[in-house]
């Protein structure tokens, strides 16, 4: 019995691109918190002075550049998996 290398190697693949995309998301998230504690200058500080500012235009663009780049790196993570993974199809079912 022969097993099919690149087929594992596609599989394999696909779950590390999941995982990358999930601790890209997590950093993100810590963004404001290491920004605040070690006073970098970044996205996550400039929402934090936004939110503490009351500068709401300021902290909604902030928070919706937060998310849209969120958005973004799933949608490239489920559509690498669905490249990687032969039996992922995403659409209608025939």
């Given at each position: 019995m022969q097993l099919d290398q690149a087929a594992d190697d596609r599989q394999?693949?696909?779950g590390a691109v999941l995982f990358a995309?999930?601790?890209g998301v997590e950093e993100v998230g810590g963004l404001v918190a290491v920004e605040f504690l070690f006073n970098y200058q970044g996205i996550g500080l400039l929402i934090y002075e936004a939110a503490r500012q009351k500068d709401l235009p300021l902290l909604t663009a902030g928070v919706l550049v937060v998310g849209i780049t969120y958005l973004v790196v799933t949608l490239i993570a489920d559509i690498l998996y669905a490249a990687l993974n032969p039996r992922i199809r995403y659409g209608a079912a025939e």
């Open positions: 394999a693949q696909a995309a999930e601790e």
